[in-house]
């Protein structure tokens, strides 16, 4: 089946689950907080709380189970005046991956093929093309997103054996049949305009690999264009026949995947126990910090009693005639 050969959504309807939990989780072992504040915060962009009259994201002011799933910690709505900023992150989601990474390939696995010369070309291909440092990096990938995609590729002007290089799962749509990848399309943007987007879609089939380049927008596939029209993928126009494609001389596709990403229930439970513990986890570490701040010690503010109308330092007020003090407890949003 060749490319798109006309304008449409991309990435395609059928994967904005999976890709809504891709992005869940890249924000996550990115461990960038302006990027959780964005995933989580419905598309609203980190700073100042400016909705003075609390309208902004209705759904995270409610009660009950729908209450709770929108008040995430890095969902949480911005109180007026305060700033995104105050929220601190712990990192550990990159770490576990990591980790899950070291301990798989602990040890360079063994490869082996009959011969002696042979087994001597395969190991020169394994360390000069990096392969036992692909497999740790994809390892670590795979462990983030749930996927990851081995692609095989030559370039005789670099090297003169294959080269392998990983593929995240959320620059891929997969075809599965019969639990097996049938086919996969890869994608990525290749410029950017003040409205227009060029994409490079490298489409694998069995014994085929198709390259198109596409001109559309920020939601849109947009219709084909030349090969030659970008210097990304010119080298491809020289190679590719009339239906854009080539001949890989090999009965399968040349790009396995690691995880069944058409599949997120059972293969990505483990990545959805680990948001939930490393959101308690900065939760904890940003109220632990608070009130070690010259101010109030849950806003953040660092003039408490002047600025910050909900200071926790003791306020002198007149109680009944008789002079008192008074603590004002300030609550924060996601509590």
Not at 282 to 290: A, F, H, N, P
Request: charged share 25%; proline share 7%.
């Amino acid at each position: 089946m060749p490319l798109p050969d006309r304008d449409m959504e991309w990435p395609p309807p059928h994967t904005r689950q999976e890709n809504k939990l891709y992005a869940q989780w890249g924000a996550w072992y990115s461990g960038d907080p302006d990027r959780l504040s964005q995933v989580y915060g419905a598309g609203v962009t980190p700073g100042l709380g400016l909705d003075l009259k609390g309208w902004d994201r209705p759904l995270q002011y409610a009660g009950g189970v729908v209450g709770r799933v929108a008040r995430w910690f890095w969902g949480s709505p911005i109180p007026a005046g305060q700033s995104r900023s105050t929220k601190l992150h712990v990192p550990i989601a990159a770490d576990i991956s990591a980790t899950s990474a070291d301990l798989l390939f602990s040890e360079p696995p063994t490869l082996r093929v009959p011969g002696k010369k042979g087994q001597s070309r395969l190991d020169r291909i394994l360390a000069d093309g990096g392969v036992y440092s692909m497999l740790l990096e994809s390892a670590e990938i795979g462990s983030a997103y749930g996927g990851v995609y081995l692609r095989v590729g030559w370039n005789s002007e670099i090297a003169d054996y294959p080269i392998l290089d990983l593929v995240p799962a959320d620059a891929a749509v997969p075809e599965f049949a019969n639990n097996r990848l049938r086919a996969v399309t890869f994608w990525k943007v290749v410029h950017e305009e003040e409205k227009a987007v060029w994409r490079h879609l490298e489409r694998h089939e069995t014994g085929r690999i198709y390259h198109g380049l596409y001109r559309g927008d920020r939601e849109r596939l947009g219709m084909q264009v030349p090969l030659e029209d970008h210097p990304e993928t010119a080298g491809f126009a020289e190679i590719v026949d009339a239906e854009g494609g080539l001949d890989t001389g090999y009965d399968k596709a040349c790009s396995p995947t690691t995880c069944r990403t058409s599949s997120l229930t059972g293969c990505c439970a483990a990545l959805r126990s680990a948001a939930a513990t490393t959101a308690a986890s900065s939760r904890s570490w940003t109220r632990w910090t608070r009130p070690t701040r010259p101010g109030c010690g849950t806003c953040g503010s660092e003039r408490a009693g002047s600025s910050c109308r909900r200071s926790t330092w003791p306020t002198p007020v007149a109680a009944g005639g008789r002079r008192g003090i008074r603590t004002a407890r300030c609550t924060p949003a996601w509590a």
